[in-house]
Structures are given as structure tokens and as C-alpha cells.
């Protein structure tokens, strides 16, 4: 059983360079929030008729009530 995860919306933050994050509801959701904006990244840039390059990837775990909620965020491009 896995957790929730929410998928932020991409934003463009330069030339062909966009960030995705990705936000789950418990511990079990960190492998999942990673797959989803790696997946939401491919898509975007397939769409464009390119190929997804990694810029950053990065995980954080914030801890509230006893309880860890993961968070991925990935910048990328489209080249």
C-alpha cells in the first residue's frame, strides 16, 4: 500500500528549463513522488518533441504530528 501524492503543476523558470514537485501524505509516498515528476517531466518534453534532461532532484522530508510527509522536487530541461 502506497500513499498519496500530489503533482504540482510545471512551471517554466527559463529557457527551456522547467521545475515539477511532487508532494505525498506519509512515508510510504517517497519513491512515488519522484516516479510522478520524473513521469510529468518526460511527458512535458515529449510533447515538445524533445528529450528530458535532469537539472536538479532533490527530496525533503518534513515531519508534522508524528507523522513524515515527502516532497520531490525536479528542474529539468527540454532539449
Known amino acids: 500500500m502506497t500513499g498519496c501524492v500530489t503533482t504540482s503543476d510545471i512551471a517554466q523558470t527559463?529557457?527551456?528549463?522547467?521545475?515539477v514537485s511532487a508532494s505525498g501524505?506519509?512515508?510510504?509516498?517517497?519513491?512515488?513522488t519522484r516516479d510522478k515528476t520524473l513521469a510529468a517531466a518526460h511527458a512535458k518534453c515529449q510533447s515538445l518533441g524533445?528529450?528530458?534532461?535532469?537539472?536538479s532532484d532533490k527530496?525533503?522530508?518534513?515531519?508534522?504530528?508524528?507523522?513524515v510527509f515527502p516532497?520531490?522536487?525536479?528542474?529539468?530541461?527540454c532539449l
Open 59 to 67: 527530496n525533503e522530508r518534513t515531519q508534522f504530528g508524528g507523522s
Open 50 to 55: 524533445r528529450t528530458m534532461q535532469v537539472v
Open 14 to 19: 527559463g529557457p527551456n528549463t522547467f521545475t
Open 71 to 77: 516532497k520531490h522536487t525536479l528542474t529539468f530541461r
Open 25 to 32: 501524505d506519509d512515508s510510504r509516498a517517497l519513491a512515488d
